[in-house]
């Protein structure tokens, strides 16, 4: 098993920044976080950035493209999102997400293909 852990949410305002953070723990050779996915209250979750193990390739919602970045540091364990031009859109809880190494070299935006999420962080950008 792998748990995932979130932190780095909280209030901003528009135009501002913040950089999620997610440390995986347990068997993490067998698994990663590799995705960043957010759902705002009464919506569906969405994501936002996946990226591959060895970092090499990503993806990004077009929503937050060229604003955020996606980054990992396997020696750490951990996986980064640096949101930048925060809008009030943005608002939502943020989870991170990992499957299985098998999955490594894929950039799935598919929120069932992932095995272990954190628990959320808080993300509110004020206008």
């Known amino acids: 098993q792998v748990q995932l852990g979130e932190s780095g949410g909280g209030l901003v305002q528009a135009g501002g920044s913040l950089r999620l953070s997610c440390v995986a723990s347990g068997r993490t050779f067998s698994a990663q976080a590799t995705a960043w996915f957010r759902q705002a209250p009464g919506e569906e979750r969405e994501c936002v950035a996946v990226?591959?193990?060895?970092?090499?390739?990503?993806y990004y919602a077009d929503s937050v493209k060229d604003r955020f970045t996606i980054s990992r540091d396997n020696a750490k364990n951990t996986l980064y999102l640096q949101m930048n031009s925060l809008k009030p859109e943005d608002t939502a809880v943020y989870y991170c997400?990992?499957?299985?190494?098998?999955?490594?070299?894929?950039?799935?935006?598919?929120?069932?293909?992932?095995?272990?999420w954190g628990q959320g962080t808080q993300v509110t950008v004020s206008s």
């Open positions: 997400a990992g499957r299985s190494r098998i999955y490594s070299n894929y950039l799935s935006q598919n929120k069932n293909d992932y095995s272990y």
């Open positions: 990226i591959t193990w060895s970092g090499g390739s990503t």
